[in-house]
């Protein structure tokens, strides 16, 4: 069963320094400065990338619902208010709550652009991933499932694509564990954090949902991630008319 991977962010005042379920390390260098969290008015948590100064990649389920959102960097944990919000048009929540595939890709203008410390990452060339390839995630969500442990605090992990990716969702698991027992992956609070592509800031996927080992529900067996190879164009398009343009 697919787990949905918000969190409350007011649980990671007590939260020890792990984030990224198992012992994942610390995210440092341009992970680090990429990320940002997405909050909602109840406190629910959300990782997100920033693309531009003003501008916030995330999953379109963050975002669903009609109240108020801020996004905070980690560095300084001030909220900056959130302007508009822009999901994509194909995203359905019904299909996202089934489990089934959707565009779970949403844009954040802000109100105000982040701070200087915050260094926005592009997107990755639209391409197909392959099996056995790694992509690198990061987010600011818990250790393990049904728990605030590290929530808030930015992780990293290497995962590999396992499956048959396609253009609707891309599946990878910690190489070590195979999905057999609970390994590195995103869990709760990582919804909408990025997969990056190569060794350096390209976000090619966003983090839609999680498993335990053998799929069962949980974290730690497969992380699922929304490919942006069908929604670059459409990224773009939005950024443009957000008034915050993006290289093509």
Partial sequence: MHRMLSALAALALAAPA?????????????AARAIVMVV??????????????????????????????????????????????????????????ASRATADVALIKLASPLPDV????????????????????????????????????????????????????????????????????ACTGDSGAPAFDGEGPLVIGVVSWTTAAENEEGCGGLTGLTPLIDYRAWIIHTAHKFGSPLAP
């Avoid at 995330?58 to 900056?80: F, L, M, S």
């Avoid at 049904?146 to 990716?165: E, F, I, Q």
């Fill in 18 to 30: 792990f984030a990224i379920t198992g012992q994942a390390p610390p995210a440092t260098g341009w």
């Fill in 40 to 97: 909602d008015a109840h406190d629910d948590l959300c990782t997100g990338t920033a693309l531009a100064r003003d501008l916030v990649l995330t999953a379109a389920h963050c975002v669903a619902h009609p109240q108020r959102y801020a996004v905070k960097a980690y560095q300084n944990g001030e909220a900056i208010p959130v302007r508009a919000i822009a999901r994509h048009p194909r995203f359905k929540l019904a299909n996202y709550l």
């Fill in 118 to 185: 915050i260094v926005p990452a592009a997107l990755a060339a639209a391409r197909r991933v392959q099996v056995g390839e790694t992509l690198t995630i990061a987010g600011f969500g818990t250790v393990a499932a049904g728990s605030a442990l590290g929530l808030g605090v930015p992780r990293m992990a290497k995962l590999t694509v396992t499956g048959k990716p396609g253009s609707l969702q891309i599946r990878l698991y910690d190489n070590a564990t195979r999905n057999r027992r609970g390994g590195l992956g």
